[in-house]
C-alpha cells in the first residue's frame, strides 16, 4: 500500500522560511516524478515543484522560482520542499503527489498525502 506523508507545515513570517518533508511508503516505482502541490480554499489546486525519481530533473512553478528548492533522498525516501523567502500568498495547503508525467499539473499525479498546512504572516 502507498502512504505519502508530509510534515513540517506551520507559521512563518513574511520572507521567513519552512522545509516541508514527504515521507513515502510502498511500491511507487513506476510513479516517475514527485511533487509538491499546494491548495487555497476557492482556487485551483497549483503545482508547486517536482522532481524526477532519481533526483537528476526538476520543475519548478514561477511562484517557486528562486524561493523554492526540491530535493529527494532515495535512501530515505523522503522528498523535501525547502521554503525560503516565504510570502502571505504562499500560505495554502501544500501536499506531496506521485505521479507519472513531466507536469505540475495535478491530473497526472495519482498517489496523494493528506497534507500539510502552511501559513505565512505579515
Known amino acids: 500500500q502507498v502512504q505519502l506523508v508530509e510534515s513540517g507545515g506551520g507559521s512563518a513570517q513574511d520572507g521567513g522560511s519552512l522545509t516541508l518533508s514527504c515521507a513515502v511508503s510502498g511500491n511507487i516505482y513506476s510513479r516517475t516524478w514527485m511533487g509538491w502541490f499546494r491548495h487555497t480554499p476557492g482556487k485551483k489546486r497549483e503545482g508547486v515543484a517536482s522532481?524526477?525519481?532519481?533526483?537528476?530533473?526538476?520543475i519548478y512553478a514561477d511562484s517557486a522560482k528562486g524561493r523554492f528548492t526540491i530535493s529527494k533522498d532515495n535512501a530515505k525516501n523522503t522528498v523535501t520542499l525547502q521554503m525560503n523567502s516565504l510570502k502571505p500568498e504562499d500560505s495554502a495547503m501544500y501536499y506531496c503527489?506521485?505521479?507519472?508525467?513531466?507536469?505540475?499539473?495535478?491530473?497526472?499525479?495519482?498517489?496523494w498525502g493528506q497534507g500539510t498546512q502552511v501559513t505565512v504572516s505579515s
Open positions: 522532481i524526477y525519481r532519481d533526483g537528476g530533473d526538476s
Open positions: 503527489a506521485a505521479g507519472f508525467v513531466f507536469s505540475l499539473s495535478p491530473d497526472y499525479y495519482d498517489y
